[in-house]
């Protein structure tokens, strides 16, 4: 699993809640909270963390700019995090192999991989697409943590 099986074991405990991070323009470091999980990557097949986020948003401009993030999972006092380039997948942002029909898919997967449920597929995917998600798939090149067990 490319090294990200603590991660993975991670997300459940805390609603999948991450803290993802990326570079503004001047270097510093921007920083939120989202709902992140380990899928394949729907191209490359490559286990990934998986995250969604809204078009428009902050996070998403200093991805387009500079394409790499941080995403860090806690459970209790246990932590991993998982540090590399990221691919971004939306309305905005074509990747080649992701066509609508796909990324439809790719966001219901990355939302479920980060613990979540829906009993209203339909209406998940209109606020989706409204909001003109964006898939945001980080490819670990550095994995770190303290696992205790």
Not at 4 to 18: I, K, S, T
Not at 50 to 69: D, I, Q, S
Not at 111 to 127: E, I, K, L, M, N
Request: aromatic letters at 4%; proline letters at 6%.
């Amino acid at each position: 699993m490319s090294g990200l099986e603590d991660f993975a074991r991670l997300v459940p405990g805390d609603h999948g809640l991450c803290v993802v991070s990326t570079l503004r323009a001047d270097g510093t470091i921007q920083s939120s909270v989202v709902n992140a999980g380990v899928l394949a990557h729907p191209v490359t097949g490559a286990q990934v963390v998986g995250l969604v986020a809204v078009g428009g948003t902050r996070k998403v401009a200093n991805l387009r700019a500079r394409p790499r993030a941080n995403v860090v999972v806690r459970a209790g006092w246990e932590w991993a995090a998982a540090e590399g380039p990221v691919d971004l997948a939306g309305p905005d942002d074509p990747l080649p192999g992701v066509d609508d029909e796909r990324l439809r898919l790719l966001l219901r997967e990355i939302f479920t991989a980060a613990g979540g449920t829906h009993d209203d597929w339909p209406t998940y995917d209109r606020t989706m697409a409204e909001e003109r998600r964006v898939a945001v798939l980080l490819t670990p090149e550095r994995i770190s943590g303290n696992r205790s067990s």
